[in-house]
């Protein structure tokens, strides 16, 4: 067998691996507030400031968007050269060749924050959404914040029309970057850490995570690492602490949550923390 054989073997063999996260690519999933710290991370996973970004605001609400929206701007002040906006409500505008032109060669896409649902609304089962997966398939980055972050789940948490307190909601179905998972925001800053329960008490077969604001988890593959200046909450129906937790007094794992910081890292397919 030669290198370039047993390269693709090898490759091949990864891809049949991987069970939550994408085979190619990554993701950068924020609880909310995107630091320039996490913007700079966001670059390098595209491949540095020469590569092209496409931005997506529609979960904010708006009928139109010009180019100079938040994460468009810090982008271009952290030096990225083309960065474009693309935003519709009409799924079949999503669906339309002229549409997705800008994601042909994208190497990252990023999703503000808002409401989760109008992104299914817009983009779901569109072209649009097949070229997502495209960006991921060439090494790309998909980037989110808060609503941007929750619809890369495969069960949509707050994805009800009515009211973002309804945990499951009349739209259940994310982008599915991850699978089995299903993510929540602003965990902390708005006291949402009981909140997941009410998702996994229907579903329970699901990996619930709840990033809090100022932070996010980076996902290769399976795995992520937390960045930024909170805790990332992990519901996987056991416990995890740095100090140990043999003599702690738990309730019962269907109520069981746990902590991560920056720098701890995570294999959502073994379902544990990868220890230093």
Not at 15 to 26: D, R, T
Not at 40 to 56: D, M, N, T, Y
Not at 245 to 251: G, I
Request: aromatic residues 8%; contains cysteine.
């Amino acid at each position: 067998m030669n290198g370039l054989t047993l390269l693709v073997c090898c490759l091949m063999a990864y891809q049949q691996a991987v069970q939550v996260g994408p085979a190619n690519g990554s993701l950068l999933l924020v609880g909310g507030g995107v630091t320039p710290n996490m913007g700079q991370q966001f670059i390098a996973l595209a491949g540095g400031v020469e590569s092209p970004i496409v931005v997506i605001p529609t979960a904010g609400g708006a009928t139109e968007y010009g180019q100079h929206t938040p994460i468009a701007q810090l982008l271009r002040q952290l030096g990225v050269v083309k960065v474009e906006v693309l935003h519709t409500i009409n799924p079949e505008v999503a669906d339309s060749q002229d549409f997705i032109q800008p994601l042909v060669k994208a190497k990252g896409v990023f999703f503000e924050g808002g409401r989760q649902w109008r992104l299914v609304d817009a983009y779901q089962g569109t072209k649009t959404e097949q070229m997502l997966w495209q960006v991921l398939e060439r090494g790309g980055v998909i980037g989110g914040s808060s609503a941007g972050t929750t619809i890369q789940g495969s069960f949509l948490a707050r994805g009800d029309t009515r009211h973002n307190q309804i945990m499951v909601g009349d739209h259940q179905q994310g982008f599915g970057f991850l699978k089995n998972v299903t993510i929540d925001q602003h965990a902390l800053a708005r006291n949402r850490h009981f909140d997941m329960f009410q998702i996994l008490k229907e579903q329970p077969e699901l990996l619930g995570l709840s990033i809090d604001e100022m932070t996010a988890i980076v996902v290769t593959g399976d795995q992520f690492k937390v960045i930024g200046e909170s805790y990332v909450l992990v519901y996987d129906g056991g416990f995890w602490s740095r100090e140990g937790w043999s003599m702690k007094v738990l309730p019962q794992d269907k109520n069981l949550f746990y902590f991560l910081r920056a720098g701890d890292r995570y294999d959502m397919a073994e379902r544990q923390v990868i220890e230093r």
